[in-house]
């Protein structure tokens, strides 16, 4: 079993940067791809960021290409989504997930766990 618990998130301006972490418990974080999505209020969830085991490979949505940067500290178990220039559009509620391949989780598929969630919000 593992737990993922979400931090970081918060209110800013638009143009601003946020630094989301997620921490997990137990022994096994290594053996785990991570991944961020995202959900605003009445919209689908939407797939940001993945990171393999090893952080070698990663994938990223269209969306936020270039603005976002997901990495991992297995030493930690620990991983984070730096966030930059932010845009109203941003808002959503983040989430965290685990499962057995990055490329799995860029198509929203073979998700292990998934954290609560961290509210980030955009204002213009």
């Known amino acids: 079993q593992v737990q993922l618990v979400e931090s970081g998130g918060g209110l800013v301006q638009a143009g601003g940067s946020l630094r989301l972490s997620c921490a997990a418990s137990?022994?096994?974080?290594?053996?785990?791809?991570m991944g961020w999505f995202r959900q605003a209020p009445g919209k689908e969830r939407e797939f940001v960021a993945a990171i393999s085991t090893s952080g070698g490979t990663t994938y990223y949505g269209d969306s936020v290409k270039g603005r976002f940067t997901i990495t991992r500290d297995n030493a930690k178990n620990t991983v984070y989504l730096q966030i930059d220039s932010l845009k109203p559009e941003d808002t959503s509620v983040y989430y965290c997930a685990a499962g057995r391949s990055s490329f799995q989780l860029r198509g929203g598929v073979s998700i292990n766990y998934w954290g609560q969630g961290t509210q980030v919000t955009v204002s213009s």
């Open positions: 137990g022994r096994t974080f290594s053996t785990y791809a």
